[in-house]
């Protein structure tokens, strides 16, 4: 699989920049399932999985996901996103850039962290964006069952596809939330 990988990484980088691959083996640690090696390889933009802003790309027996945006923000990037959903201005910035996207059936989402049951304090229960206050992400997450398509080099277009068309949601989280400022973990 590294191969393959590695070509399309190759193929992709000069458009999307340095591209990333997740280590081939789990951290089993603090795990039931002591399995040692991950079922599933994935390609990211970015060098953060927690506060990481970018595209990513992962291949498993099943299928194909593609995303763009942050997965998972950071605490300081959750207050800064906050901040920039709670301003008119930049909150209707974001809002057109998800009906557009929506329009392509392109679903921002809150991400993989669990929603917030309540509004998060400091804010009024009846905002008019309430709902994002909750979020702790915004990606779209686009899906593909396992299909012979994949196993052509017409993939690597499903990819630019769904990369190119979220360069709007990453721009706006580059420009109102940014990188984390909490350091990397070792």
């Known amino acids: 699989m590294k191969e393959p990988v590695e070509r399309l990484m190759a193929d992709l980088e000069e458009e999307f920049g340095p591209l990333r691959t997740f280590r081939p083996q789990r951290d089993v640690r603090f795990s039931k399932d002591k399995t040692p090696y991950k079922t599933w390889v994935g390609v990211t933009t970015s060098d953060r999985a927690v506060g990481g802003i970018g595209a990513f790309l992962r291949i498993d027996a099943d299928g194909m996901r593609l995303a763009g945006g942050a997965m998972a923000f950071a605490p300081d990037q959750v207050?800064?996103?906050?901040?920039?959903?709670?301003?008119?201005?930049?909150?209707?910035?974001?809002?057109?850039?998800?009906?557009?996207?929506?329009?392509?059936?392109?679903?921002?989402?809150?991400?993989?962290?669990p929603v917030l049951k309540r509004v998060p304090a400091g804010y009024p229960a009846d905002h008019p964006r309430e709902e994002l206050l909750r979020w702790k992400g915004a990606v779209v997450i686009k899906e593909y069952e396992r299909a012979d398509w994949m196993h052509r080099a017409g993939a690597i277009d499903a990819v630019r596809e769904i990369w190119t068309a979220t360069a709007p949601l990453k721009e706006w989280i580059d420009t109102h939330v940014g990188e984390s400022e909490t350091p990397r973990r070792r």
Do not use: C, W
Not at 100 to 112: I, M, N, T
């Open 79 to 113: 207050k800064r996103f906050r901040s920039a959903v709670d301003d008119a201005g930049s909150a209707a910035e974001f809002e057109a850039i998800r009906r557009r996207l929506a329009e392509r059936d392109l679903v921002v989402e809150p991400g993989a962290q």
